[in-house]
């Protein structure tokens, strides 16, 4: 089946640790994205790419970075410049302007 | 800049009722317009979307849901809800360049029995 993967599910880290949160599409979608979602505020967009090689930090990128080596892979890396990484992370892809999402990870810090 | 407003942070409604979510956008063109559902924990699953054309959009589970341009709204509804409707609901704006969406803070239903 075509889709979204994230994993992990559940993410815990520590003060000053850098982690990475895992994004894989099959759907051959061009374009990634990865928003953050906290209670009452909705999503909001961190980073996003178009096509390989190349993102573009979104509306809150501080204290994250990205690759985007292939096609089917947007892995985030949340950096310990993050000073508040707990929340839900959400990755989607796109084609044209519909965004199918995966099924989020949750961060914690402990 | 575009954005988008859900002025309604949570609605009670009562299994059977209908159901209307409001949602206003601020964008300089012709906007594309879409409305998700989350349950908890999960990820986002798009209801239905606007493009051009017929200004009510029927979308999956029953929802429908009417551009209005002289009004800048996307309001959802459904005549009857069920009590599997309980969810946060999102409405988002998409724009010529990028194919970013702007979201609106999303509503959260509650269905009584």
């Known amino acids: 089946d075509g889709g979204i993967t994230q994993s992990p599910k559940y993410l815990f880290r520590k003060e000053g640790q850098n982690v990475t949160l895992s994004c894989e599409q099959n759907l051959n979608h061009d374009a990634m994205y990865w928003y953050r979602q906290d209670p009452g505020q909705g999503l909001r967009l961190i980073y996003y790419s178009q096509i390989v090689n190349d993102f573009q930090k979104g509306d809150i990128a501080e204290g994250y970075s990205v690759s985007r080596e292939k096609k089917e892979s947007f892995p985030l890396t949340v950096t310990s410049a993050q000073k508040n990484p707990t929340a839900f992370y959400l990755c989607a892809s796109s084609i044209t302007y519909e965004a199918f999402f995966g099924q989020g990870t949750r961060l914690t810090v402990v | 800049a575009q954005s988008v407003t859900q002025p309604d942070i949570h609605i009670t409604v009562s299994e059977g009722a209908s159901l209307e979510l409001r949602c206003n956008y601020s964008?300089?063109?012709?906007?594309?317009l879409f409305w998700y559902v989350q349950s908890p924990g999960q990820g986002l699953q798009l209801l239905l979307k606007?493009?051009?054309?017929?200004?009510l959009v029927q979308g999956i589970k029953g929802f429908e849901a009417e551009f209005k341009r002289s009004q800048s709204s996307f309001n959802l509804r459904k005549p009857s809800v069920h009590w599997s409707d309980a969810a946060e609901y999102f409405c988002a704006v998409g724009k010529a360049a990028g194919n970013k969406l702007t979201f609106g803070g999303g509503t959260r239903v509650l269905v009584k029995p």
């Open positions: 964008y300089g063109a012709t906007p594309y």
């Open positions: 606007y493009f051009s054309g017929d200004t």
